[in-house]
C-alpha cells in the first residue's frame, strides 16, 4: 500500500437504503395543559399541602410573563402490596414508591384585550394557565380548573371528519357515560353522537393548527378538562402557543359539524343557581322520586386507570377508612340523612372523595374530588330543564330547543304510506298524549312510556 505524506485520505460514503435517516427533533412536545381562573396569586392554583413540606416553588418569568414552578414528590413509604406477600411468604416487603409531580403555571394575557371584547366575562378574569407533568394535576386547586377548557378548543380545531373517541354523558338520573373509539377516525355520525341530553365531555381527534409551534402538519389532540397538544420548547414558542389558544377560544366560533356539542350551556346567572340549590337540597332530603343519581366523574378516573378503592373525606376519621371499588348514591346521601333543610348542599359540597389504585388506598390516583361532582340531578323550572353534571348547572339552549322541536315536527310530518280507518262515532276517549314538540324541551327525559 503506497501512502503519499501530506495527503490526506478520503473516503466517500452512500447511506444504504434500508438505512434509517435522522429524525430532526420536533420544537414542541406534547403537555397536559389546565387553564385556572380566579387565581389573583399564581399560587391560589395550587392546594395549599403542596406549597409546603417536601415540594418546593420557585417564581420567576417565562417568556416575560409571571409564572410559578411548583415540584416535588408523593412519597409511599410502603408499597400497598406489601402485606399480601408477607402474609403469603412470611418474608418482610420494605419496598416503596416516589412519584414525581410538576406544575407550571405562568399568568394569561388579558382576556378582554387579547380578545379585543372590551368587558371581560367571569370566566376570564386572573387566568392562569398550568403546564402538569408526571402526577401534577394532583396538585391542582380543583375549584379554580375551567371544566371542558379542552374539550371547548378542541372542538374549534379537529377535523370533523377525524374523530379517534369521544365520552359522552347522559344528563339524567342514570348518569351513563360511554366512551368510544374508532382508531381509523369517523365523523360524529359515525360515533352515534349529538343526541339530545348528552353531554360530550371528552374529544380525540386530529387537528391542524399551523399557527403553533408544530407547524401546519395535522397533530392529535385530546381535549376535557385539560387539552393535551404538543406545546414549544422553548419560553417565546410557549407563550406564542399559549396566546394561540387563548385566541381560537375566543375568537373561533365551534365548527358546524361539532357545534352541536355546546347544545347545553353552563350556566351562571347567582339568583338561579340559588334557586337550583334550593331544588338539590330538597332532593337530597327525601331522594325518593327524585331525579336524582349518581354520576361518575369519569375524566378523573379513566385518564389515571381504573380504581380499586376510595376514601371519603369530611365526616370523621370513621369515614375515612378505605373501601372498595367506587362510591355509590348511598355514599353520599346517608351522611346527608340527618341534616336540616337548607344545610344538605352545603354539607354535600364539603365532603371529598380520593381514588386508589390499591386495595390498602394508600397509592392515590386523583385529588380530593368534591360530593357534588359525584351528584346527577335535573329539574324544571319557568318551562326549562336543568341539569346538575360533573359540579355545575347546566340550561338546554335556544338552538338546541329549536332544533328538538324542528326535528319533532319533521316526524310528525311524514307521510305514514297508510290509511288508518276512521274511529267509531261517539268516542269521548280524552286523549292523554301531548305532542313532544309541544312538551318544554329539556336535558335529557326521564320519563318512561
Request: with cysteine; net charge negative; hydrophobic share 40%.
Amino acid at each position: 500500500m503506497l501512502l503519499v505524506i501530506g495527503v490526506p485520505l478520503t473516503r466517500s460514503y452512500r447511506l444504504r437504503d434500508d438505512m434509517p435517516v435522522p429524525r430532526k427533533p420536533s420544537p414542541a412536545s406534547r403537555t397536559s395543559l389546565y387553564r385556572l381562573t380566579r387565581v389573583t396569586g399564581l399560587a391560589d392554583g395550587i392546594q395549599a399541602k403542596y406549597l409546603d413540606g417536601d415540594f418546593t416553588t420557585a417564581e420567576l418569568t417565562v417568556g416575560g410573563r409571571e409564572a410559578l414552578l411548583v415540584l416535588g414528590s408523593i412519597n409511599t413509604p410502603t408499597v400497598s402490596w406489601a402485606a399480601a406477600v408477607h402474609g403469603l411468604t412470611g418474608q418482610a416487603v420494605t419496598l416503596g414508591n416516589v412519584t414525581a409531580a410538576a406544575v407550571l403555571l405562568i399568568r394569561a394575557a388579558d382576556a378582554s384585550q387579547e380578545a379585543g371584547h372590551g368587558d371581560a366575562d367571569a370566566d376570564d378574569l386572573d387566568v392562569a394557565w398550568a403546564l402538569t407533568y408526571g402526577m401534577g394535576f394532583q396538585l391542582l386547586d380543583p375549584a379554580r380548573i375551567d371544566n371542558g377548557f379542552g374539550q371547548r378548543i378542541a372542538i374549534r380545531t379537529a377535523d370533523p371528519k377525524e374523530l379517534n373517541s369521544l365520552t359522552r354523558t347522559t344528563l339524567d338520573q342514570r348518569a351513563r357515560t360511554e366512551r368510544s373509539t374508532i382508531p381509523s377516525g369517523d365523523s360524529l355520525r359515525g360515533f352515534g353522537a349529538g343526541d339530545f341530553g348528552e353531554l360530550v365531555t371528552r374529544l380525540v381527534a386530529k387537528a391542524e393548527i399551523p399557527s403553533l409551534t408544530a407547524g401546519s402538519k395535522p397533530i392529535r389532540i385530546r381535549g376535557a378538562d385539560a387539552l393535551s397538544v404538543p406545546l414549544g420548547k422553548t419560553p417565546e414558542q410557549l407563550i406564542k402557543d399559549l396566546d394561540v389558544l387563548d385566541e381560537i377560544l375566543h375568537a373561533r366560533a365551534p365548527l358546524p359539524e361539532l357545534g352541536v356539542l355546546e347544545q347545553i350551556v353552563a350556566l351562571k346567572d347567582p339568583e338561579i343557581l340559588d334557586r337550583l340549590e334550593q331544588a338539590l337540597d330538597e332532593a337530597l332530603g327525601s331522594p325518593d322520586g327524585k331525579r336524582l343519581g349518581l354520576s361518575w366523574p369519569h375524566e378523573r378516573i379513566d385518564e389515571n386507570g381504573t380504581p380499586t378503592s376510595f376514601r371519603v373525606y369530611g365526616l370523621g376519621r370513621q369515614a375515612a377508612a378505605p373501601q372498595d371499588g367506587l362510591p355509590a348514591l348511598e355514599t353520599f346521601l346517608e351522611p346527608l340523612a340527618h341534616a336540616t333543610a337548607g344545610e344538605r348542599v352545603e354539607r354535600l359540597k364539603k365532603i371529598r372523595v380520593m381514588l386508589y389504585r390499591d386495595a390498602n388506598a394508600t397509592d392515590s390516583m386523583s385529588f380530593l374530588i368534591p360530593g357534588l361532582r359525584w351528584i346527577a340531578f335535573e329539574t324544571d323550572a319557568d318551562g326549562r330543564r336543568y341539569c346538575l353534571h360533573d359540579g355545575h348547572w347546566y340550561l338546554m339552549n335556544q338552538q338546541y330547543a329549536e332544533r328538538l322541536r324542528r326535528q319533532a315536527q319533521q316526524i310528525f310530518d311524514r307521510d305514514p304510506g297508510i290509511a288508518l280507518p276512521d274511529g267509531p262515532q261517539g268516542n269521548t276517549r280524552p286523549n292523554t298524549t301531548s305532542s313532544p314538540h309541544t312538551r318544554s324541551a329539556g336535558c335529557a327525559s326521564t320519563e318512561h312510556r
